[in-house]
Protein backbone atom coordinates (compact mmCIF):
# COMPACT_ATOMS: atom_id res chain seq x y z
CA UNK A 1 0.00 0.00 0.00
CA UNK A 2 1.39 3.52 -1.33
CA UNK A 3 1.15 5.99 1.36
CA UNK A 4 -0.85 9.21 0.26
CA UNK A 5 1.05 12.46 0.81
CA UNK A 6 0.49 14.70 3.62
CA UNK A 7 -2.07 17.90 2.17
CA UNK A 8 0.33 21.39 1.40
CA UNK A 9 0.65 22.95 4.78
CA UNK A 10 -1.13 26.48 4.06
CA UNK A 11 1.37 29.53 4.90
CA UNK A 12 0.00 32.05 7.42
CA UNK A 13 -1.26 35.06 4.74
CA UNK A 14 -3.55 32.26 2.94
CA UNK A 15 -5.48 31.25 6.37
CA UNK A 16 -8.78 32.80 6.87
CA UNK A 17 -7.51 33.56 10.31
CA UNK A 18 -5.29 36.24 8.74
CA UNK A 19 -5.18 40.06 7.59
CA UNK A 20 -2.50 42.65 7.10
CA UNK A 21 -3.94 44.35 10.06
CA UNK A 22 -3.36 41.58 12.33
CA UNK A 23 -0.42 39.87 10.70
CA UNK A 24 2.99 39.91 12.37
CA UNK A 25 4.72 43.73 12.64
CA UNK A 26 8.07 43.42 10.64
CA UNK A 27 11.23 44.96 12.06
CA UNK A 28 11.15 48.16 10.02
CA UNK A 29 7.93 48.84 11.46
CA UNK A 30 8.92 48.14 15.05
CA UNK A 31 9.59 52.45 15.63
CA UNK A 32 8.59 53.03 18.99
CA UNK A 33 11.26 52.89 21.50
CA UNK A 34 11.52 53.86 25.16
CA UNK A 35 10.45 57.64 25.09
CA UNK A 36 8.08 56.47 22.28
CA UNK A 37 6.10 54.52 25.00
CA UNK A 38 6.70 56.92 27.73
CA UNK A 39 5.12 59.70 25.29
CA UNK A 40 1.82 57.58 24.49
CA UNK A 41 1.32 57.00 28.16
CA UNK A 42 1.37 61.00 28.53
CA UNK A 43 -1.09 61.54 26.24
CA UNK A 44 -3.21 59.15 27.32
CA UNK A 45 -2.75 59.66 30.81
CA UNK A 46 -3.23 63.34 30.72
CA UNK A 47 -6.79 63.61 29.82
CA UNK A 48 -9.73 64.90 31.10
CA UNK A 49 -11.17 61.10 32.57
CA UNK A 50 -8.29 61.73 35.02
CA UNK A 51 -8.83 64.81 35.90
CA UNK A 52 -12.32 63.86 36.63
CA UNK A 53 -11.57 60.81 38.40
CA UNK A 54 -9.34 62.57 40.93
CA UNK A 55 -11.50 65.49 41.62
CA UNK A 56 -14.61 62.73 42.56
CA UNK A 57 -12.58 61.55 44.62
CA UNK A 58 -11.86 64.24 47.20
CA UNK A 59 -15.54 65.32 46.37
CA UNK A 60 -16.39 61.51 47.82
CA UNK A 61 -14.69 62.90 51.20
CA UNK A 62 -11.14 61.29 50.63
CA UNK A 63 -8.20 64.23 51.71
CA UNK A 64 -5.58 65.60 49.01
CA UNK A 65 -3.19 63.00 50.10
CA UNK A 66 -5.07 60.49 50.52
CA UNK A 67 -6.60 60.85 46.73
CA UNK A 68 -2.94 61.33 45.54
CA UNK A 69 -1.92 58.13 47.63
CA UNK A 70 -4.54 55.87 46.08
CA UNK A 71 -3.63 56.66 42.27
CA UNK A 72 0.06 56.34 42.80
CA UNK A 73 -0.68 52.38 44.46
CA UNK A 74 -3.04 51.50 41.55
CA UNK A 75 -1.15 52.74 38.64
CA UNK A 76 2.05 51.21 40.13
CA UNK A 77 -0.42 48.00 40.44
CA UNK A 78 -2.12 47.98 37.26
CA UNK A 79 1.70 48.80 35.42
CA UNK A 80 3.25 45.75 36.52
CA UNK A 81 0.57 43.35 34.88
CA UNK A 82 0.40 45.94 31.60
CA UNK A 83 4.08 45.07 31.28
CA UNK A 84 3.98 42.00 31.68
CA UNK A 85 1.17 41.35 28.97
CA UNK A 86 3.01 43.53 26.53
CA UNK A 87 5.83 41.05 26.50
CA UNK A 88 4.58 39.05 24.05
CA UNK A 89 3.07 42.12 22.30
CA UNK A 90 7.04 42.64 21.64
CA UNK A 91 7.58 39.33 21.46
CA UNK A 92 5.62 38.13 18.59
CA UNK A 93 4.36 41.23 17.01
CA UNK A 94 0.92 40.41 17.01
CA UNK A 95 -1.92 42.38 18.98
CA UNK A 96 -4.40 41.16 21.52
CA UNK A 97 -6.99 39.83 19.48
CA UNK A 98 -4.65 37.04 18.09
CA UNK A 99 -2.44 36.16 21.09
CA UNK A 100 -5.60 35.47 22.93
CA UNK A 101 -6.03 32.77 20.48
CA UNK A 102 -3.82 30.77 22.49
CA UNK A 103 -5.11 30.53 26.18
CA UNK A 104 -9.06 31.08 24.58
CA UNK A 105 -9.17 29.06 21.48
CA UNK A 106 -9.56 30.43 17.59
CA UNK A 107 -13.17 30.70 18.36
CA UNK A 108 -13.13 31.31 22.18
CA UNK A 109 -10.83 34.79 21.86
CA UNK A 110 -14.23 36.58 20.34
CA UNK A 111 -15.68 36.41 23.95
CA UNK A 112 -12.95 38.49 25.67
CA UNK A 113 -12.15 39.96 22.62
CA UNK A 114 -15.84 41.34 21.98
CA UNK A 115 -16.24 42.10 26.11
CA UNK A 116 -12.66 44.51 25.77
CA UNK A 117 -14.25 45.84 22.73
CA UNK A 118 -17.71 46.96 23.50
CA UNK A 119 -16.10 48.12 26.98
CA UNK A 120 -13.66 50.09 24.86
CA UNK A 121 -16.32 51.36 22.70
CA UNK A 122 -17.93 53.15 25.56
CA UNK A 123 -15.14 54.96 26.65
CA UNK A 124 -14.69 56.11 22.78
CA UNK A 125 -18.08 57.45 23.09
CA UNK A 126 -17.65 59.16 26.40
CA UNK A 127 -14.09 60.82 25.40
CA UNK A 128 -15.57 61.73 22.26
CA UNK A 129 -18.57 63.37 24.39
CA UNK A 130 -15.89 64.95 26.48
CA UNK A 131 -14.16 66.34 23.72
CA UNK A 132 -17.19 67.46 21.75
CA UNK A 133 -17.11 69.60 24.97
CA UNK A 134 -14.10 71.72 24.63
CA UNK A 135 -14.83 72.04 21.14
CA UNK A 136 -18.67 73.52 22.41
CA UNK A 137 -17.58 75.56 24.87
CA UNK A 138 -15.00 77.22 22.52
CA UNK A 139 -17.50 78.25 20.03
CA UNK A 140 -19.94 79.55 22.70
CA UNK A 141 -16.68 81.69 23.75
CA UNK A 142 -16.39 82.86 20.21
CA UNK A 143 -20.23 83.69 20.09
CA UNK A 144 -20.06 85.90 23.56
CA UNK A 145 -22.69 82.74 24.78
CA UNK A 146 -22.31 81.46 28.29
CA UNK A 147 -21.86 77.51 28.25
CA UNK A 148 -24.91 75.89 30.34
CA UNK A 149 -25.36 72.44 31.70
CA UNK A 150 -28.09 71.69 29.60
CA UNK A 151 -28.04 69.27 26.34
CA UNK A 152 -28.19 71.21 23.52
CA UNK A 153 -28.39 70.86 19.57
CA UNK A 154 -24.45 73.12 19.68
CA UNK A 155 -23.16 70.04 22.20
CA UNK A 156 -24.31 67.10 20.02
CA UNK A 157 -22.52 69.38 16.62
CA UNK A 158 -19.60 69.53 18.65
CA UNK A 159 -19.74 65.58 19.77
CA UNK A 160 -20.01 64.88 16.20
CA UNK A 161 -17.11 66.93 15.12
CA UNK A 162 -15.04 65.63 18.07
CA UNK A 163 -15.92 62.16 16.61
CA UNK A 164 -15.52 62.72 13.61
CA UNK A 165 -11.56 63.85 14.31
CA UNK A 166 -10.94 60.54 16.09
CA UNK A 167 -11.64 58.88 13.11
CA UNK A 168 -9.19 60.90 10.97
CA UNK A 169 -6.29 59.54 12.82
CA UNK A 170 -7.37 55.91 12.78
CA UNK A 171 -7.64 56.55 8.98
CA UNK A 172 -4.56 57.53 8.22
CA UNK A 173 -3.01 54.79 10.60
CA UNK A 174 -0.98 53.89 13.57
CA UNK A 175 2.23 55.22 12.78
CA UNK A 176 -0.15 59.01 13.16
CA UNK A 177 -0.78 57.84 16.16
CA UNK A 178 2.80 57.74 16.60
CA UNK A 179 3.93 61.02 15.99
CA UNK A 180 0.62 62.77 17.28
CA UNK A 181 1.55 61.47 21.11
CA UNK A 182 4.94 62.41 20.83
CA UNK A 183 4.19 65.76 19.47
CA UNK A 184 1.23 66.64 22.48
CA UNK A 185 2.99 64.97 25.32
CA UNK A 186 4.49 68.59 26.26
CA UNK A 187 2.03 70.35 25.46
CA UNK A 188 -0.05 68.50 27.75
CA UNK A 189 2.53 68.80 30.75
CA UNK A 190 3.18 72.72 30.22
CA UNK A 191 -1.17 72.48 30.32
CA UNK A 192 -0.95 71.06 33.74
CA UNK A 193 1.62 72.95 34.80
CA UNK A 194 -0.14 76.84 34.04
CA UNK A 195 -2.90 75.27 35.53
CA UNK A 196 -0.85 74.72 38.76
CA UNK A 197 0.50 77.95 38.44
CA UNK A 198 -2.80 79.78 38.35
CA UNK A 199 -4.26 78.28 40.86
CA UNK A 200 -1.38 78.60 43.46
CA UNK A 201 -1.40 82.32 42.77
CA UNK A 202 -5.90 82.48 42.99
CA UNK A 203 -5.84 79.96 46.19
CA UNK A 204 -3.27 81.63 48.41
CA UNK A 205 -0.40 79.36 47.50
CA UNK A 206 0.05 75.64 47.54
CA UNK A 207 -0.83 74.82 51.29
CA UNK A 208 -3.38 76.79 51.87
CA UNK A 209 -5.05 75.44 48.91
CA UNK A 210 -4.61 71.87 49.54
CA UNK A 211 -6.02 72.46 52.79
CA UNK A 212 -9.89 73.52 51.19
CA UNK A 213 -9.75 70.38 50.43
CA UNK A 214 -11.05 69.61 54.20
CA UNK A 215 -14.31 71.65 53.10
CA UNK A 216 -15.50 68.65 50.75
CA UNK A 217 -15.26 66.00 53.83
CA UNK A 218 -18.73 65.89 54.44
CA UNK A 219 -21.84 67.33 52.55
CA UNK A 220 -22.70 71.05 52.69
CA UNK A 221 -25.56 70.34 54.75
CA UNK A 222 -27.02 66.94 56.38
CA UNK A 223 -28.86 65.51 58.96
CA UNK A 224 -27.39 65.05 62.49
CA UNK A 225 -28.07 61.75 64.12
CA UNK A 226 -30.35 63.77 66.78
CA UNK A 227 -32.78 64.92 64.06
CA UNK A 228 -31.00 68.22 63.65
CA UNK A 229 -29.65 70.13 60.59
CA UNK A 230 -25.58 71.06 60.31
CA UNK A 231 -25.06 73.04 57.27
CA UNK A 232 -21.28 73.68 56.15
CA UNK A 233 -21.41 75.89 53.03
CA UNK A 234 -17.85 77.41 51.23
CA UNK A 235 -15.60 79.53 53.11
CA UNK A 236 -13.61 81.90 51.62
CA UNK A 237 -9.55 82.80 52.10
CA UNK A 238 -11.16 85.17 54.74
CA UNK A 239 -12.68 82.04 56.57
CA UNK A 240 -16.20 83.65 55.93
CA UNK A 241 -19.55 82.48 54.49
CA UNK A 242 -18.89 82.73 50.59
CA UNK A 243 -22.67 83.31 50.48
CA UNK A 244 -24.29 85.95 52.70
CA UNK A 245 -28.00 85.06 53.09
CA UNK A 246 -29.37 81.15 52.67
CA UNK A 247 -33.24 79.95 52.46
CA UNK A 248 -34.30 76.46 53.83
CA UNK A 249 -37.40 74.58 53.38
CA UNK A 250 -38.94 71.35 52.16
CA UNK A 251 -38.70 71.18 48.60
CA UNK A 252 -41.89 72.35 47.72
CA UNK A 253 -41.89 75.23 49.11
CA UNK A 254 -38.78 76.76 48.91
CA UNK A 255 -39.30 79.06 46.00
CA UNK A 256 -41.65 80.75 48.91
CA UNK A 257 -39.25 80.71 51.85
CA UNK A 258 -37.62 83.94 52.92
CA UNK A 259 -33.73 84.81 52.84
CA UNK A 260 -31.99 84.73 56.09
CA UNK A 261 -28.75 86.43 56.72
CA UNK A 262 -25.64 83.97 56.99
CA UNK A 263 -24.50 83.49 60.59
CA UNK A 264 -21.49 84.16 61.64
CA UNK A 265 -19.27 80.84 61.90
CA UNK A 266 -21.53 77.43 61.96
CA UNK A 267 -25.14 76.98 61.51
CA UNK A 268 -26.62 74.46 63.61
CA UNK A 269 -30.34 73.84 63.48
CA UNK A 270 -31.82 71.91 66.44
CA UNK A 271 -34.71 68.95 65.98
CA UNK A 272 -37.09 71.42 66.85
CA UNK A 273 -36.36 74.21 64.36
CA UNK A 274 -36.41 70.66 62.06
CA UNK A 275 -39.87 70.47 63.03
CA UNK A 276 -40.94 73.41 62.51
CA UNK A 277 -40.18 73.83 59.04
CA UNK A 278 -41.83 70.62 57.89
CA UNK A 279 -45.37 71.19 60.00
CA UNK A 280 -45.08 75.04 57.94
CA UNK A 281 -45.17 73.44 54.20
CA UNK A 282 -48.59 74.45 53.23
CA UNK A 283 -49.07 71.06 50.68
CA UNK A 284 -46.39 68.79 52.10
CA UNK A 285 -45.61 66.15 49.65
CA UNK A 286 -44.62 62.43 50.07
CA UNK A 287 -41.10 62.86 48.66
CA UNK A 288 -40.15 66.10 50.16
CA UNK A 289 -37.39 66.57 52.02
CA UNK A 290 -35.68 70.02 53.13
CA UNK A 291 -33.85 71.91 50.72
CA UNK A 292 -31.31 74.63 51.56
CA UNK A 293 -30.27 77.31 48.94
CA UNK A 294 -27.80 80.41 48.78
CA UNK A 295 -26.85 83.24 47.29
CA UNK A 296 -24.78 86.36 47.59
CA UNK A 297 -24.61 89.48 45.28
CA UNK A 298 -23.68 87.87 42.10
CA UNK A 299 -24.49 84.02 42.67
CA UNK A 300 -28.06 81.95 43.95
CA UNK A 301 -26.69 78.04 44.45
CA UNK A 302 -28.32 74.93 43.27
CA UNK A 303 -30.96 73.66 45.88
CA UNK A 304 -29.21 71.97 48.04
CA UNK A 305 -31.26 68.39 49.42
CA UNK A 306 -30.31 67.70 53.11
CA UNK A 307 -27.98 64.29 53.13
CA UNK A 308 -29.37 61.56 56.09
CA UNK A 309 -27.26 61.32 58.76
CA UNK A 310 -24.34 58.80 57.93
CA UNK A 311 -22.74 56.32 59.62
CA UNK A 312 -18.70 56.47 60.78
CA UNK A 313 -17.07 55.83 56.94
CA UNK A 314 -15.69 52.56 56.50
CA UNK A 315 -12.46 53.79 55.36
CA UNK A 316 -10.67 50.96 54.61
CA UNK A 317 -13.59 50.41 51.96
CA UNK A 318 -13.75 54.01 50.16
CA UNK A 319 -9.93 53.01 49.79
CA UNK A 320 -10.26 50.07 48.40
CA UNK A 321 -13.28 50.67 46.15
CA UNK A 322 -11.21 53.49 44.58
CA UNK A 323 -7.78 51.72 43.86
CA UNK A 324 -10.40 49.19 42.15
CA UNK A 325 -11.66 51.83 40.07
CA UNK A 326 -8.28 53.86 39.71
CA UNK A 327 -6.54 49.91 38.11
CA UNK A 328 -10.23 49.57 36.32
CA UNK A 329 -9.25 52.97 34.42
CA UNK A 330 -6.87 50.73 33.14
CA UNK A 331 -8.08 47.32 32.84
CA UNK A 332 -9.03 47.65 28.80
CA UNK A 333 -5.12 48.39 27.95
CA UNK A 334 -3.84 46.18 30.71
CA UNK A 335 -5.53 43.18 28.26
CA UNK A 336 -4.99 44.58 25.17
CA UNK A 337 -1.88 46.33 24.86
CA UNK A 338 -0.11 44.42 23.07
CA UNK A 339 -1.62 46.64 20.73
CA UNK A 340 0.79 49.29 21.32
CA UNK A 341 4.13 46.88 22.59
CA UNK A 342 4.16 45.16 19.24
CA UNK A 343 5.74 48.05 17.45
CA UNK A 344 8.22 48.56 20.18
CA UNK A 345 12.02 47.35 19.53
CA UNK A 346 12.36 46.09 22.81
CA UNK A 347 11.36 44.91 25.65
CA UNK A 348 13.06 47.16 27.28
CA UNK A 349 11.48 49.93 25.78
CA UNK A 350 8.23 48.78 26.67
CA UNK A 351 8.98 48.26 30.09
CA UNK A 352 10.92 51.30 31.35
CA UNK A 353 8.97 53.60 28.99
CA UNK A 354 5.58 52.59 30.43
CA UNK A 355 6.79 52.83 33.71
CA UNK A 356 8.27 56.03 33.22
CA UNK A 357 4.94 57.13 31.65
CA UNK A 358 1.93 55.82 33.00
CA UNK A 359 2.40 55.96 37.00
CA UNK A 360 4.34 59.60 37.03
CA UNK A 361 1.62 60.85 34.42
CA UNK A 362 -1.33 59.84 36.63
CA UNK A 363 0.18 61.62 39.55
CA UNK A 364 0.98 64.47 37.98
CA UNK A 365 -2.40 65.17 36.32
CA UNK A 366 -4.52 63.83 39.17
CA UNK A 367 -2.40 66.25 41.35
CA UNK A 368 -3.04 69.17 38.84
CA UNK A 369 -6.93 67.94 39.03
CA UNK A 370 -7.15 67.95 42.93
CA UNK A 371 -5.01 71.48 43.18
CA UNK A 372 -6.50 73.65 41.12
CA UNK A 373 -10.51 72.25 41.88
CA UNK A 374 -9.59 72.86 45.36
CA UNK A 375 -8.41 76.56 44.09
CA UNK A 376 -11.64 76.60 41.96
CA UNK A 377 -13.94 76.78 45.83
CA UNK A 378 -12.34 79.98 46.89
CA UNK A 379 -11.42 81.41 43.08
CA UNK A 380 -14.34 81.71 41.51
CA UNK A 381 -16.68 83.89 43.67
CA UNK A 382 -19.85 81.90 41.94
CA UNK A 383 -19.40 79.09 43.50
CA UNK A 384 -20.54 79.36 46.90
CA UNK A 385 -21.66 76.15 47.41
CA UNK A 386 -19.26 72.38 46.32
CA UNK A 387 -22.19 71.50 44.25
CA UNK A 388 -21.49 74.06 42.03
CA UNK A 389 -17.62 73.44 42.02
CA UNK A 390 -15.92 72.68 38.49
CA UNK A 391 -15.31 69.78 38.42
CA UNK A 392 -13.94 69.21 35.13
CA UNK A 393 -11.37 71.36 33.38
CA UNK A 394 -13.76 71.86 30.52
CA UNK A 395 -15.90 73.66 33.25
CA UNK A 396 -12.96 75.20 34.92
CA UNK A 397 -11.62 76.81 32.61
CA UNK A 398 -14.88 78.15 30.81
CA UNK A 399 -15.32 80.65 33.72
CA UNK A 400 -11.62 82.54 32.86
CA UNK A 401 -12.56 85.71 32.22
CA UNK A 402 -10.44 86.24 29.19
CA UNK A 403 -11.82 84.63 26.13
CA UNK A 404 -8.14 83.99 24.54
CA UNK A 405 -7.08 82.05 27.41
CA UNK A 406 -10.28 79.90 27.72
CA UNK A 407 -10.23 79.10 23.43
CA UNK A 408 -6.22 78.38 23.82
CA UNK A 409 -6.87 76.24 27.00
CA UNK A 410 -9.93 74.54 25.93
CA UNK A 411 -8.17 73.53 22.73
CA UNK A 412 -5.39 72.12 24.55
CA UNK A 413 -7.73 70.38 26.56
CA UNK A 414 -9.70 68.43 23.26
CA UNK A 415 -5.99 67.40 22.04
CA UNK A 416 -5.43 65.92 25.19
CA UNK A 417 -9.01 63.66 24.95
CA UNK A 418 -8.15 63.22 21.28
CA UNK A 419 -4.85 61.47 21.76
CA UNK A 420 -5.81 59.75 24.56
CA UNK A 421 -9.36 58.19 22.93
CA UNK A 422 -6.79 56.61 19.66
CA UNK A 423 -4.40 54.95 21.71
CA UNK A 424 -6.67 53.69 24.59
CA UNK A 425 -10.21 52.96 23.41
CA UNK A 426 -10.12 52.78 19.22
CA UNK A 427 -7.42 50.52 18.53
CA UNK A 428 -8.13 47.39 20.42
CA UNK A 429 -11.54 47.45 19.45
CA UNK A 430 -10.76 47.81 15.93
CA UNK A 431 -8.72 44.71 16.01
CA UNK A 432 -11.20 42.65 17.88
CA UNK A 433 -13.75 43.58 14.99
CA UNK A 434 -11.31 42.67 12.50
CA UNK A 435 -10.69 39.51 14.05
CA UNK A 436 -14.14 38.64 13.62
CA UNK A 437 -13.77 38.42 10.16
CA UNK A 438 -9.91 38.87 9.17
CA UNK A 439 -10.73 39.31 5.61
CA UNK A 440 -13.89 41.37 5.38
CA UNK A 441 -13.15 43.53 8.13
CA UNK A 442 -9.94 46.15 8.29
CA UNK A 443 -8.16 47.95 11.11
CA UNK A 444 -10.36 50.84 9.75
CA UNK A 445 -13.22 49.53 9.04
CA UNK A 446 -13.11 47.73 12.72
CA UNK A 447 -12.34 51.74 13.71
CA UNK A 448 -15.63 52.85 11.97
CA UNK A 449 -17.76 50.08 14.01
CA UNK A 450 -16.19 51.41 17.04
CA UNK A 451 -17.52 55.00 16.75
CA UNK A 452 -20.58 53.67 15.30
CA UNK A 453 -21.59 51.95 18.54
CA UNK A 454 -19.55 54.51 20.76
CA UNK A 455 -22.54 57.09 19.63
CA UNK A 456 -25.38 54.13 20.45
CA UNK A 457 -24.31 53.65 24.07
CA UNK A 458 -25.51 57.03 24.81
CA UNK A 459 -22.05 58.59 26.51
CA UNK A 460 -23.94 62.03 27.25
CA UNK A 461 -25.57 59.60 29.81
CA UNK A 462 -22.48 57.92 31.11
CA UNK A 463 -20.72 60.96 32.01
CA UNK A 464 -21.75 61.27 35.46
CA UNK A 465 -20.85 57.40 36.48
CA UNK A 466 -17.66 57.10 35.52
CA UNK A 467 -16.31 55.53 38.79
CA UNK A 468 -19.36 53.06 39.49
CA UNK A 469 -18.71 51.96 35.78
CA UNK A 470 -15.31 51.19 36.25
CA UNK A 471 -15.70 49.15 39.32
CA UNK A 472 -18.21 46.87 37.21
CA UNK A 473 -15.57 46.88 34.11
CA UNK A 474 -12.61 45.80 36.39
CA UNK A 475 -14.76 42.67 37.08
CA UNK A 476 -14.87 42.06 33.42
CA UNK A 477 -12.10 42.46 32.35
CA UNK A 478 -9.44 41.57 35.19
CA UNK A 479 -10.17 37.96 35.12
CA UNK A 480 -9.09 38.07 31.45
CA UNK A 481 -6.12 39.30 32.20
CA UNK A 482 -5.73 36.74 34.83
CA UNK A 483 -6.57 34.09 32.08
CA UNK A 484 -3.99 35.60 29.36
CA UNK A 485 -1.01 35.93 32.46
CA UNK A 486 -1.47 32.14 33.57
CA UNK A 487 -1.75 30.75 30.50
CA UNK A 488 1.70 32.83 28.88
CA UNK A 489 4.04 32.52 31.85
CA UNK A 490 3.15 29.05 33.60
CA UNK A 491 1.83 27.02 31.08
CA UNK A 492 3.47 28.44 27.75
CA UNK A 493 6.58 29.81 29.54
CA UNK A 494 6.40 32.65 26.98
CA UNK A 495 6.58 30.29 23.95
CA UNK A 496 3.44 30.50 21.47
CA UNK A 497 3.57 28.82 18.23
CA UNK A 498 3.28 32.27 15.56
CA UNK A 499 2.11 30.02 12.38
CA UNK A 500 -0.43 28.32 14.74
CA UNK A 501 -2.10 31.52 15.89
CA UNK A 502 -2.83 31.75 12.36
CA UNK A 503 -3.98 28.02 11.84
CA UNK A 504 -8.25 27.20 11.94
CA UNK A 505 -7.33 23.52 12.44
CA UNK A 506 -3.97 23.80 14.58
CA UNK A 507 -3.14 23.55 18.67
CA UNK A 508 -5.08 26.49 19.02
CA UNK A 509 -8.44 25.11 18.12
CA UNK A 510 -8.88 23.16 21.00
CA UNK A 511 -12.50 21.84 21.08
CA UNK A 512 -14.50 23.19 18.36
CA UNK A 513 -12.32 26.54 18.51
CA UNK A 514 -12.73 26.97 22.49
CA UNK A 515 -10.07 26.19 25.45
CA UNK A 516 -12.52 24.60 27.80
CA UNK A 517 -10.13 25.43 30.99
CA UNK A 518 -10.21 29.00 29.93
CA UNK A 519 -13.67 29.70 29.44
CA UNK A 520 -14.46 27.99 32.69
CA UNK A 521 -11.97 30.05 34.34
CA UNK A 522 -12.85 33.38 33.06
CA UNK A 523 -16.68 32.67 34.11
CA UNK A 524 -15.50 31.60 37.50
CA UNK A 525 -13.32 34.72 37.52
CA UNK A 526 -16.11 37.46 36.29
CA UNK A 527 -19.19 35.06 38.79
CA UNK A 528 -16.26 35.92 41.93
CA UNK A 529 -16.07 39.52 40.94
CA UNK A 530 -19.73 40.24 40.53
CA UNK A 531 -21.57 38.19 43.17
CA UNK A 532 -21.23 41.02 45.35
CA UNK A 533 -23.08 43.55 43.47
CA UNK A 534 -25.85 40.77 44.13
CA UNK A 535 -25.48 39.33 47.62
CA UNK A 536 -24.75 42.15 50.16
CA UNK A 537 -22.28 40.02 52.63
CA UNK A 538 -20.04 39.45 49.97
CA UNK A 539 -20.17 43.08 48.66
CA UNK A 540 -15.93 43.66 49.54
CA UNK A 541 -15.88 41.16 46.52
CA UNK A 542 -17.48 43.17 44.40
CA UNK A 543 -15.56 46.41 45.74
CA UNK A 544 -12.39 44.48 44.86
CA UNK A 545 -13.61 43.17 41.74
CA UNK A 546 -10.74 43.30 39.36
CA UNK A 547 -8.44 41.90 42.14
CA UNK A 548 -10.85 39.03 43.26
CA UNK A 549 -11.54 38.37 39.58
CA UNK A 550 -7.95 38.12 38.72
CA UNK A 551 -6.94 35.87 41.63
CA UNK A 552 -10.07 33.30 40.86
CA UNK A 553 -9.37 33.04 37.20
CA UNK A 554 -5.45 32.78 37.22
CA UNK A 555 -5.42 30.35 40.06
CA UNK A 556 -8.28 27.98 38.55
CA UNK A 557 -6.69 28.28 35.17
CA UNK A 558 -3.61 26.98 36.57
CA UNK A 559 -4.90 24.28 38.38
CA UNK A 560 -7.31 23.03 35.16
CA UNK A 561 -3.99 23.06 32.82
CA UNK A 562 -1.62 21.33 34.81
CA UNK A 563 -1.59 18.52 32.04
CA UNK A 564 -1.16 21.30 28.95
CA UNK A 565 1.73 22.81 31.00
CA UNK A 566 3.72 19.73 31.21
CA UNK A 567 3.42 18.91 27.80
CA UNK A 568 4.13 22.31 27.20
CA UNK A 569 7.57 21.26 28.62
CA UNK A 570 7.84 18.66 27.23
CA UNK A 571 7.15 19.93 23.57
CA UNK A 572 8.09 23.47 23.81
CA UNK A 573 6.57 25.06 20.44
CA UNK A 574 9.08 26.44 17.43
CA UNK A 575 8.47 30.55 17.73
Known amino acids: MTRQSAAPQLSIEETPLYSPDLAPVTTSRRTWNTLSFAAVWVGMAACIPTYLLASYMIRSGLLWWETLTIILVANIIVTVPMTLNGHAGTKYGVPFAVLGRAPFGTVGVHVPALARALVGCGWFGVQAWIGGLAIH ?69 FARVLAQSAQLERPTAQYRTDGGVSVSPLRGLGGDWKADHYRIAVRSGLEQADWRAAPIGSLEMTPSMVATLRDSAANPKSEDGLVLQFRHERSVSTPIPVSPASPTQNRSATWLFWITAMVGFW ?184 NPAAMVALAAGVATALVGYFIPSLEWLYIASWFSGFIVSSTLYIVLSLNAAKRALENSCHC
Open 137 to 205: AIVCTLLGQPVTGALTTGKFVAFAFSWAITLYFIWRGTESIRRLETLAAPVLIGVGLLLLIWASNQGGG
Open 331 to 514: ATMSISIADITRYGKSQRAQVTGQFLGLPTTMLLYSFVSVFVTCAALTAFEDVIVAEDAPWDPVSLVAQFQSPAIVIATQLLLFVATLTTNIAANVIAPANAFANLCPKAISLRTGGLITGLIGIVIAPWLLFDRISELLVFVSGLLGPVLGVMLADYYYVRRTRISLGGLFDPHGAYRYRTGF
